[in-house]
């Protein structure tokens, strides 16, 4: 079936240096994406969405970007510190608002 | 705001024994979700309830997994009998809806270790 995928399983930043993770998607209907952030022991935190008639979305350091032309979306983290940490995943909202999940990126920070 | 609770946190048992986990929403939530999460892989959704009926279990393994959600409110969902692979964690998130793709909230999860 459709899924949605990353690219990169690992990324390590120095701290206060930007972050970027890219997610792939496979199903060109998608149209309402979601990242979340999954800190060691705690379940998947909301960070940001986009939907598929934007392009572009910022909320507090971080960015994500859709580029529907290619099925591709990344969150860029801004400054990238300690607490940012964690594994990151990329989810498409379906229909009923079930989410469909990527195999996520751990984010390692530097000090 | 209280956020999603889950009980137990960690559960070990063996192969072809029985478990059991509870989740209690965040208040006013009327849609609930079950999630599977193998190490390593994003959450997998087993079973979405709107209020205390089933909306989509196509991905439960019905043979052995079940789930129930009597009063619209608290949540179980029973492994009977497990398998090594059953082994992951077990997340529960709940939303406002589910019609207006409405944020859904995690729980810490249930780690399952099935020897």
């Known amino acids: 079936g459709e899924s949605v995928g990353l690219h990169l399983p690992t990324l390590s930043v120095q701290e206060g240096d930007n972050s970027i993770i890219n997610c792939a998607y496979s199903?060109?209907?998608?149209?309402?994406f979601i990242w979340y952030k999954q800190e060691s022991g705690k379940g998947p935190q909301f960070i940001i969405d986009i939907r598929s008639n934007m392009d572009k979305r910022q909320g507090q350091r971080v960015t994500v970007l859709l580029n529907k032309t290619v099925k591709h979306l990344s969150l860029q983290i801004a400054a990238t510190q300690p607490g940012d940490s964690a594994v990151y995943f990329c989810a498409e909202n379906n229909a009923g608002n079930m989410l469909t999940f990527g195999g996520g990126t751990r984010l390692m920070v530097k000090p | 705001e209280a956020g999603v609770a889950q009980s137990p946190r960690y559960k070990i048992i063996e192969k072809r024994q029985s478990v059991a986990f509870w989740c209690n929403p965040i208040?006013?939530?009327?849609?609930l979700y079950w999630y599977q999460q193998i190490l390593g892989q994003g959450p997998k959704l087993l079973i979405q309830?709107?209020?205390?009926?089933?909306?989509?279990d196509s991905q439960l393994p019905k043979d052995r997994f079940s789930a129930e959600r009597l009063k619209g409110v608290d949540s179980t969902l029973k492994i009977q009998p497990a398998k090594l692979e059953d082994s992951a964690v077990y997340l529960c998130?709940?939303?406002?809806?589910?019609?207006?793709?409405?944020?859904?909230?995690f729980g810490p999860g249930t780690r399952l270790l099935v020897l």
């Open positions: 309830f709107q209020n205390n009926g089933v909306v989509d």
């Open positions: 199903n060109s209907a998608s149209d309402y």
């Open positions: 998130a709940s939303s406002l809806s589910r019609l207006a793709r409405e944020t859904q909230y």
């Open positions: 208040s006013g939530h009327a849609t």
